[in-house]
């Protein structure tokens, strides 16, 4: 059995997508829909997982549906979302509020945290002390500008998501300040570089995608 071939694919492309899938497998048996996972199978036996972003999708969509039936899948896919996103790498952060893909509040910011020190004896613990002291300092400042540009739009949001190092998001989302945002955080951790505007700006590329299994 060949490996699954795995796939994020865009809202505005999935249609699109799912079609060709159609055009290459023939008819289709039947669509199984969940809350958190569509199933696609095929007559040939071709299965597609299709996990959407911001699930649940709507329960009265549930059940098994004989042949091709996607529509809940696409209209959940398409519905315009308010997402923060809160990206953090120790000595880095970035926060920001999408409409849709459309950044409309953000902030990034940078603390300087040294790296590790190689040498032993007392020179090693006060280098280790003040990149401690450093590092608070940088997740606080990471704090600082989470709650500075998600809390004010705390009542839009529909989702948060987050990137980056899950140590460092941990720590930050532990200020009680964040506390009304936590519920809102969303399954994963997107995989991010240093966290700039221009990353920042990138995300809805990954958190609007939905995944695709071909099995």
Do not use: N
Not at 138 to 149: G, K, L
Not at 194 to 207: G, M, Q
């Amino acid at each position: 059995m060949s490996d699954p071939e795995r796939y994020e694919v865009p809202p505005e492309r999935l249609e699109l997508w799912l079609a060709r899938w159609v055009e290459r497998h023939g008819d289709v048996r039947c669509t199984r829909i969940g809350p958190e996972r569509v199933t696609v199978e095929a007559l040939d036996g071709a299965l597609l997982d299709c996990d959407p972003p911001f699930p649940p999708l709507a329960p009265e969509a549930g059940g098994t549906h004989t042949g091709m039936h996607v529509a809940p899948l696409l209209e959940h896919v398409r519905r315009e979302r308010v997402a923060g996103v809160l990206l953090v790498r120790l000595g880095g952060h970035a926060a920001g509020v999408f409409a849709g893909r459309r950044l409309v509040d953000s902030k990034v910011g940078s603390r300087l945290v040294h790296g590790r020190h190689k040498k032993g004896g007392s020179s090693q613990r006060r280098f280790e002390r003040r990149r401690g002291e450093q590092a608070r300092m940088a997740m606080e400042a990471a704090a600082d500008v989470a709650a500075r540009v998600l809390l004010p739009h705390r009542a839009d949001l529909d989702a948060l998501v987050l990137g980056g190092d899950r140590g460092a998001l941990t720590e930050v989302l532990a200020d009680a300040r964040l506390r009304p945002l936590r519920r809102l955080v969303v399954e994963g951790v997107l995989d991010v570089p240093d966290p700039r505007l221009a990353v920042l700006r990138s995300t809805p590329d990954r958190f609007l995608a939905t995944r695709l299994t071909v099995r």
